[in-house]
Structures are given as C-alpha cells and as structure tokens.
C-alpha cells in the first residue's frame, strides 16, 4: 500500500523560509511522479510544484522563482523548498502521486505566513 506522509509545516513571518518532506511507503517511489498542492480555506486545491521520475519540473506561475521542488530517491522523499513565502502562500500543503490510475494524497501539512 503506498503512503505517503508531509512533514514540515509551521508558522513563518512574510519573507522567510520553509522546507516541506513528503515521505513515501511502497518502495515504488523512485518510479514515480510527485507534485505538491495546496488548498487554502474556501479555495479549490491547486497544483503548486511536480517533478518526474527523471527529475523534470514545473512550477504554477504563483510560485516561480520561489519555490523549488526536488526529490532523494534514495531516502524516498519529495521535499518543497519555500522562499520569499506571502500571507497569500497560506494553505494546508499536500504530496501526491499517482500510480495504476489512482491517487494517492497525504493528510497534509499546514503551512501560516502571517506577521
């Protein structure tokens, strides 16, 4: 069964700094495709960051140039590196993948940009 776990999360002033894990169960995990959400309260949850099997990434335009997602495929882990972090940047944080047509979500972890 694959699982997967964020960790990370937390309260940080405008301007500063986060680095979110998602560690993944299954021993798949250097096949996999990975991104990052994020669902704000009242929003939609949107695509924040993937990256391929090979390494390959993409950015939603919001976080470009502050954000960067990479991967250690031997520790198993897809890691969110979180720059120059907005109020608006505010959002519970999900892993994701996707394997055999179904997807896998972790619970989340919290992130608060507020002063």
């Known amino acids: 069964q694959l699982q997967l776990v964020e960790s990370g999360g937390g309260l940080v002033q405008p301007g500063g700094s986060l680095r979110l894990s998602c560690a993944a169960s299954g021993n798949i995990f250097s096949i996999l495709d990975m991104g990052w959400y994020r669902q704000a309260p009242g929003n939609q949850r949107d695509l924040v960051a993937t990256i391929s099997n090979g390494g390959s990434t993409n950015y939603a335009d919001s976080v470009k140039g502050r954000f960067t997602i990479s991967r250690d495929n031997a520790r198993d882990t897809v890691y969110l590196q979180m720059n120059s972090l907005k109020p608006e940047d505010t959002a519970v944080y999900y892993c994701?993948?996707?394997?055999?047509?179904?997807?896998?979500w972790g619970k989340g972890t919290l992130v608060t940009v507020s002063s």
């Open positions: 994701h993948t996707r394997r055999w047509s179904m997807d896998y």
